[in-house]
């Protein structure tokens, strides 16, 4: 076979797999994962979720089971959604005594009737930096946050959450417009600092929310007390709304849409290998169980039953129980189990050709038994075993979902089964988290009914070409 | 006498994604009670498909372009399939497809099978269906337990026996028989010309007999319908088409000359050079000119039309002409 | 050198029928072999085409896989070119299939349909590791399709078999055998799949290439016509039986055995007046099963001149007619005198 025959053979192909609708459904939707996989690093909204998936520091920004922030659209009071600010103004300024201070000034527009849950500033530094922060509002006052003197700093990250230390100068502010009295009734129902700070000032503020809309900025200014050995780098600015995301975030402040593209690729390297080389397993031993036929077939087709009878899950979730496999191991595991799928049509049609004129004619030219094998016969079942491949995709993805789901999957990587198993240990269901959920389970369908798709335009298309020639 | 089926003008293509296949184009011809008539050509000139579509299935993608088919008077192509299936298609013509014998159900027995057919074109009771399998089986020459039988136990003639039987099953004027004897042994296919000839007499049937073996057509039938490219090129008497005389059309001419015979020792056997015409863009003129060795400058040019060279003998032949 | 190419002695092939594991314990269910071919000897000279005829199941298919050493045969000997070949090891097998070729009844299923042209030519060339580069086996592959007279060669090379005609294919296949030099061909059925109207045309390429590389064919065949056009010698077969064996004119002229008989007079001749005659065929039924051959002269059961002697006494063994003419019937110039006096 040669370049020229194979491109005729897939123009061939195409010309008739266009005809599939629903193959061309399944196609589209393969070409679409493969480019998420392909530019997963463009579409993450946070990069490191492949290593960090299960680090706490990683999410700890995030706010907990938020919502995803198009549901903005169907409620009437419209709530923050969390953003990072990166782009902040960078001033220097030189003080006495050799002092340089650098401020960081970030803007944030505030449009929503919540105020957010909390304010974080994060900056990394080197050497020993006083540290501030503060805030100025669309009334043009501005409130001193906090302050933070850190000592020794070899390039750690400096977290200052408005939430726990702007509480004082929150509460200092809101003196200004509040009685005592009633400052302290509405301090002990735990008064939150956000809800002050996006707060329109004015008496009554304690006790009524009114969003003060507008432009804020959040400074953050760094004091180099010894400008040659220390500096600041990387601040940035995290305000925790209460929707986050496409997608929103689990019970642990994991962002679900990031989870679930970089779980794609696995979903994908789960089914395609497993069925690849099972189906390769498949389809040898389904020929050679047929062209030496006799006490050879009875032999392999007697290990065949034995293994074909025995229930794939149960063993996989022994496995997974005992070893805590990787995941490379579960689909070695599969594939141990699944290259039955395909031997007893491959054998059947093996058997047919086997009796075809030109393998007889090719036996009186005096070929060899491999040459008949490889050459005649392995060519005219691969195509078949595309299809077969394609189908037996959905039920990889299920089984390594289903011994995620009973917690057992590979730890080190991510999932949808994973994501799936971590919803029902949350109780998702009972909480209401529905964007935990259904986005997982529904891409397992969508990945299962894509390869199902193929495999029976493919088989459509394929299998008959046998019987006609 | 009255003709039973009349064919007028008939035009069926195929519709492929290359172009329309004129595999009928433009057939006249007539069958009359109790005549067999011949359908004889090169295989791919359209005598299935002229079969099929007289018992109005037309094999997709083939759909009816022009023409009548008149049975018993009555254009049968607008009739709706409901129509057709109760009061013509096995009721006034049925056919033995090509290698029918060898498209019996393996897992069903061969009285299994001949019930079915009866269930789907009439509603006798099982009893009758039963005792009118066994009476037909008698008159094809079979044993009644043949019905508890499977395909496989049955050797090719006795399938092609059943075949037959079926076919006449609910009494038919007209029987198409597409090569029925083409897969089987000399002997066997003598045995069971035969018996068509008997079965003939016996229910005063009219046969098309189709196929490509023009010594065999010498057997059976009346008339020779000789089809080139879609076409009808010749037909005639039996002794016309076989008499001392010869055929009229080059075609069957060379046709003949390339079957070959047992008694007359040759030492080159005639055979026609080139293929049958691509029916998609038939050749321009005779459509057997550029295999015709008879060919001169009008047969490229102008199609020549059917006439009548004697009584009875109509040829498609620009040489009938020429003098 | 001998003149004789292809030796077959007492060869015979029977077939052991399938037993299921219940049976084979219980000794139940007994079947009897399948006597395919059952004890038949004949010679194929340098040369000559020598034509197998027979009804299907005469075994006349089989012996022409036992020629090609497809399978093993159960009993008997092979000698070709003067050489034992019965039971050969690998490497002799592999040298014999270099001398003996064989083509099969259907052309376009004795080619891989993913196989172009130029595949299936050169397929044999690989599996004998025939030297050469491969402009030197694209010229075999030309020469070889010019000798069967596809022309232009470089155009068929790059087609698949779908794309060619019945005749068109048969000649590849042709090709196909004679890309080895072979010394005998095994020709099953050439032509029988064929349009009438280029059998002939075929039947002729064959025989010219024969002339021309002086090979021997074995022409397997149930067409006596085309067999009569062809062939030298014709041995007519029944039941894994050779019943008569003669020069093809003698045989198809004069034939001595009733089954030969009858063969010949099955065959339609394409003449008018033969509308209204049922023709009385000079045989009863049909054949009979391999595993359950008549005692006797095995064809007595739809034989019109068997007697009572025919049924009992062991069966009759080929003799000697005249020059070359051999036949097995004891009642042969019986039958012949019957025949005469009935006009």
Redesign the interface.
Known sequence: ?NLG?TKYRLSEFWSEFRKERSGLVGLAILVLSLLVVIFEPAILPWKEVNSKWRSIDYWQDNSASAPPAWTNAFTKLKAPVTVRLDDGKKEEASLDGGVKLVTYTFDYHYTADKAPLDVIFHITGHGDIPILVSIGRPDGTTLDLGQRFEQGLAGQDIRISVDNDGRESAFTFIKNYESEGALEQYSGKSLRTNDILFNTAREGMAREFKPLKGDYKLIVKAMLLDPENSKVEEPHVVVTGSVSGILGTDDSKRDLFSGLVAGLKWALLIGLLTSAISVLIGVMYGIISAYFGGTVDSVMQFIYQIVNSIPVLPVLIVISAIFKPSIYMLIAVMVLFFWTGSVMTVRSMALQIKE???I?????????KS?IIFK?MV??LIPYSFASMALSVPSAIVYESSVSLLGLGDATIVTWGQILHDAMQGAAILKGIWWWILPPGLLIAVMGMTFAFLGFSMDKILHPKLKT? | MDSLLKVENLQMHYFTSKGAVRAIDDINFELMPGETIGLVGESGCGKTSLGTSILRMPTPPGRYVGGRILVDGVDVIPLPEREVRKNVRWQKISMVFQGAMNCLTPVYTIGRQMMETLNEHSDLSRSDAESLITEYLGYVGLPPEIVQRYPHELSGGMKQRAVIATALFLKPEIVILDEPTTALDVIVQAQIINLLKKLKKQFSLSFMFITHDLALEAEISDRICVMYAGKIVELGTNAQIYGTQGPAHPYTERLLAATPRLFKKVEQLQFIPGTPPDLIDPPKGCRFSPRCDKAFDKCFQEEPPLIEIEPGHMSACWLHRRG | MTDTILSIKNLKKYFEPHQNFAQSITGGGQKKPIKAVDDISFDIRRGEIFGLIGESGSGKTTTGKLVMKLIEPTSGQMFFDGEDVTHLGKEKLKEYRRKVQMIFQDPYASMNPRFKIRDVLEEPLIIHKVKGSIEERTKMIVQALEEVKLIPPDEFMGRWPHMLSGGQRQRVATARTLILNPMMLVADEPVSMIDLSTRAEILHMMKEVQKELGLSYLYITHDLSTARYFTDRIAVMYLGRIVEIGRADDIIDNPLHPYTQALIEAVPEPASGKLDIVKELPIYGEIPSPANIPQGCRFHTRCPYATEACKREPEPELSLDSAEHYHACRRAYEVQAEKKRAG
């Open positions: 076979m025959d075809e004129t030109y007889e004619a090719a036996k009186a030219l005096g070929a060899k040459r005649h060519p005219i020639r």
